[in-house]
Nanobody, 125 residues
Framework: QMQLAESGGGSVQAGDSLRLTCVGS??????????LGWFRQIPGKEREFVAA????????PYADSVKGRFTISRDNAKNAVYLQMGSLKPEDTAVYYC????????????????WGQGTQVTVSA
């Protein structure tokens, strides 16, 4: 079992930057074995993939809508995964969720073992 807790959400203006952090409850040696990802969801719509990183930090796919603006990274010593968001747009407004999976790269909602509780990001025009 692993618990994930996101932080760093907030209200910003279009063009601003924000960094989300997700910390896992497992021991560092176990956390490092997980593939990690970020998803987002707005009311009435399905949760959508944003970015992912495999356990080695080699594969890092992104949704087309965030490529070039968002960067995923991880620090296994801190049991943490980050999402650096830049050039934010109003359409980035959503609840952002951290995700972890032991075997699969979490690029789909059915490729996720564990979810965080979510953190709200609101971008004003």
């Amino acid at each position: 079992q692993m618990q994930l807790a996101e932080s760093g959400g907030g209200s910003v203006q279009a063009g601003d930057s924000l960094r989300l952090t997700c910390v896992g409850s497992n021991r560092a040696s176990t956390f490092g074995a997980y593939n990690l990802g970020w998803f987002r969801q707005i009311p009435g719509k399905e949760r959508e993939f944003v970015a992912a990183m495999d356990m080695r930090g080699i594969r890092t796919p992104y949704a087309d809508s965030v490529k070039g603006r968002f960067t995923i990274s991880r620090d296994n010593a801190k049991n943490a995964v980050y999402l650096q968001m830049g050039s934010l747009k109003p359409e980035d407004t959503a609840v952002y969720y951290c995700a972890a999976d032991l075997l699969r790269l979490p690029t789909r909602i059915d490729y996720v073992d564990y979810w965080g509780q979510g953190t709200q990001v609101t971008v004003s025009a």
